[in-house]
Nanobody, 115 residues
């Protein structure tokens, strides 16, 4: 199973980015919850948002109202639209899926927000 994240980069405060993560090697029917986490070196991994196969979304307090998670079950993909970014959002963003095999993580994509 592979989780390929993309879309990170450098953006100024107030800007936007859209992250994508495509899951391969497992059927979409076997993927229940799709999630985005973020983690900086030496810090605990933080849940950014997750979404069920039925489309119910949940957000971390620090991103609620600014980020939107979505998924395309046909493409086995999850997306994260990030608006009004601030320097505190600088992190490595990891996509993750919950499957019958357990929770799996991808390698992540770096998001850097300059002030």
């Amino acid at each position: 199973v592979q989780l390929q994240a993309s879309g990170g980069g450098l953006v100024q405060a107030g800007g936007s980015l859209r992250l994508s993560c495509v899951v391969s090697g497992i059927a979409s029917e076997d993927v229940s919850v799709m999630s985005w986490y973020r983690q900086a070196p030496g810090k605990q991994r933080e849940l950014v948002a997750d979404i069920t196969s039925g489309g119910a979304a949940n957000y971390g307090i620090s991103v609620k109202g600014r980020f939107t998670i979505s998924r395309d079950n046909a493409k086995n993909a999850v997306y994260l639209q990030m608006n009004n970014l601030n320097p505190e959002d600088t992190d490595v963003y990891l996509c993750s899926v919950l499957t019958s095999r357990g929770r799996l993580y991808g390698q992540g994509t770096q998001v850097t927000v300059s002030s």
